[in-house]
């Protein structure tokens, strides 16, 4: 991939098995998801259903090639909730330390805003000084840690809990 612009759009069919190999790598080698089996391509077809407002599935594409996703879905299924998302940013390796991942923020925060969504959520597994950090430069804070939630690749992890309130 060469040092192109950053394309940020809305997945389509054609983009989900780019996204499941991206999410595939992180369920077997990283603490980015505490998935421990790959999900199949099922579960990206329904991500990518029409659902509430405020969940979106965005691509980040360099050079035309999917490089990296994002997605904001419902953050628990209580009505009180309906104005909180919490979301998540997967990037394939090549694609890490290029500016995807705050693309896929900037385009999908102001998605989430347009449609009233007050409250943005992301857990982060720690430690991820990357993560973290586009966290805070996307304008969301470390508001919690909770210990040893996870157990993956033979470790206990903890998480982080950041949130972004729009005011």
């Keep these: ?28 080698t ?5 998935d421990l089996e790959p999900a199949p391509l099922s579960y990206w077809e329904q991500r990518l259903a029409p659902g509430r407002t405020g969940d979106h599935l965005l691509v980040a594409t360099l050079d035309g090639e999917v490089a990296g996703y994002a997605y904001s ?4 299924p209580r009505p009180a909730y309906d104005r909180t ?5 997967y990037l394939a390796e090549q694609a ?13 925060l102001d998605r ?4 009233g969504i ?10 991820n000084p990357a993560s973290e950090a586009l966290h805070r430069a996307c304008g969301f804070e470390r508001v919690g840690l909770l210990p040893e939630v996870g157990h993956k690749l033979g470790r206990w992890v903890d998480t982080a809990l950041f949130a972004r309130v729009h005011r």
Excluded at 73 to 76: A, D, E, H, L, P
Excluded at 96 to 108: E, M, P, S
Excluded at 118 to 127: C, I, K, N, Q, S
Aim: no cysteine; hydrophobic share 45%.
């Design 73 to 76: 879905s419902t953050y628990r």
């Design 112 to 115: 989430l805003v347009a449609d």
């Design 30 to 34: 990283a603490l980015s998801t505490f």
């Design 1 to 28: 991939m060469s040092s192109l612009a950053v394309d940020v759009r809305d997945a389509t069919t054609a983009d989900l098995p780019s996204i499941k190999a991206i999410y595939d790598v992180q369920v077997r």
């Design 118 to 127: 007050h409250t943005v959520l992301a857990v982060v597994a720690v430690p």
């Design 85 to 89: 998302r919490e979301t998540s940013v």
């Design 96 to 108: 890490r330390g290029r500016g995807v991942g705050r693309a896929l923020y900037d385009v999908l």
